[in-house]
Structure formats: structure tokens, C-alpha cells
């Protein structure tokens, strides 16, 4: 059974920074891209930041300069590093990764529950 489990949200005056993690577990293969994505009240979910393998990043326009994703293959991790924070990034975070399972030549998609981040103005 896949789980990806997020940390580190929060409440956080604006100006403040807060770090996400995620981490994968289950019997899968390989991690091909994970990510963080968010939602905010009557929006739809949108991307924040993804990150391959071997390092290529893609941020948001929204969040570029302020926010960082990081990886440590290794222990299965994602983080989000984010600085600067303002209140329109209130949200729901969401963690997300692409799986692949030795019984299966697919990626399948993963999500985590889901952490909330809160900034107070």
C-alpha cells in the first residue's frame, strides 16, 4: 500500500516561512516526478512546484523566488521551502508523486491527504 504523508503546515504571519515535507512508502519501484500542488476555497487545485529525479525544478510564476523544492531520493522526500510568505498563499497543499511498480510499465499518480498552510495578514 502507497502512503504519502505530509508535514509542516501551518498558521504563519505573512513575511513568515514554513517548510513542507512528504514522504513516499509503499512497494513501488521508482519515483519519477513529485510535487506539491494546492487549493484554496472556490479554486481549483493548481500546481506550486515540481521536481524530477535527477533535479530539474519547475516553480509556479506565482511563488518563483520565494518558494524552493528540494528532493532527497534517498528517503523518498519532497520539501517545500517558503519564504516570504504571503495570505493569498493560503491553501491546501497537496504532495503528489509518480509511481512505478515493478508488476506494471506505468507511472501511476499519487496524492497525499493534504496539509494546511495559513497566512495571517
Known amino acids: 500500500q502507497v502512503q504519502l504523508v505530509e508535514s509542516g503546515g501551518g498558521l504563519v504571519q505573512a513575511g513568515g516561512s514554513l517548510r513542507l515535507s512528504c514522504r513516499a512508502s509503499?512497494?513501488?519501484?521508482?519515483?519519477?516526478?513529485m510535487g506539491w500542488y494546492r487549493q484554496s476555497p472556490g479554486n481549483q487545485r493548481e500546481l506550486v512546484a515540481t521536481i524530477t529525479s535527477g533535479g530539474m525544478t519547475n516553480v509556479a510564476q506565482s511563488v518563483k523566488g520565494r518558494f524552493t523544492i528540494s528532493r532527497d531520493n534517498a528517503k523518498n522526500t519532497v520539501y517545500l521551502q517558503m519564504n516570504s510568505l504571503k495570505p493569498e498563499d493560503t491553501a491546501v497543499y497537496y504532495c503528489?508523486?509518480?509511481?512505478?511498480?515493478?508488476?506494471?510499465?506505468?507511472?501511476?499518480?499519487?496524492w497525499g491527504q493534504g496539509t494546511q498552510v495559513t497566512v495571517s495578514s
Open positions: 509503499g512497494n513501488f519501484f521508482a519515483i519519477n516526478v
Open positions: 503528489n508523486a509518480d509511481l512505478l511498480f515493478a508488476s506494471s510499465i506505468q507511472w501511476h499518480d499519487y
